[in-house]
């Protein structure tokens, strides 16, 4: 079964640095990729970056340029960099993983974990 645990949220000043962790264990078939997904109050779950395969990485519009995702496959851990915080950064950061559809081309993120709490205050 499939276990993922983010840690490092916490409450920053805008404009500050977060550094969130994913770490997973057991092992999944048909794995495609990981993403960060935030669920800010009383809003819906949206995606903040993905990575597939070794390196291919998308980013929402928002956090271009201020988020970095990367993956150590060695160490199971995904991570999101967050720097250059904004006040509206503020949400439960919930890390995923991946397995493809059916059609074998298609990634749907499938396990989740808890979520983290990151709060940018102004």
């Known amino acids: 079964q499939v276990q993922l645990v983010e840690s490092g949220g916490g409450s920053v000043e805008a404009g500050g640095s977060l550094k969130l962790s994913c770490a997973r264990s057991?092992?999944?078939?048909?794995?495609?990729?990981m993403a960060w997904y935030r669920q800010a109050p009383g809003k819906g779950r949206d995606l903040v970056s993905s990575i597939k395969g070794d390196s291919a990485t998308t980013y929402a519009d928002s956090v271009k340029g201020r988020f970095t995702i990367s993956h150590d496959k060695d160490k199971n851990t995904l991570y999101l960099q967050m720097n250059s915080l904004l006040t509206e950064d503020t949400a439960v950061y919930y890390c995923?993983?991946?397995?493809?559809?059916?059609?074998?081309?298609?990634?749907?993120?499938?396990?989740w974990g808890q979520g983290t709490q990151v709060t940018v205050s102004s």
């Open positions: 057991g092992s999944v078939l048909a794995y495609c990729g």
């Open positions: 995923a993983v991946g397995t493809y559809a059916r059609d074998g081309f298609n990634c749907l993120f499938r396990y």
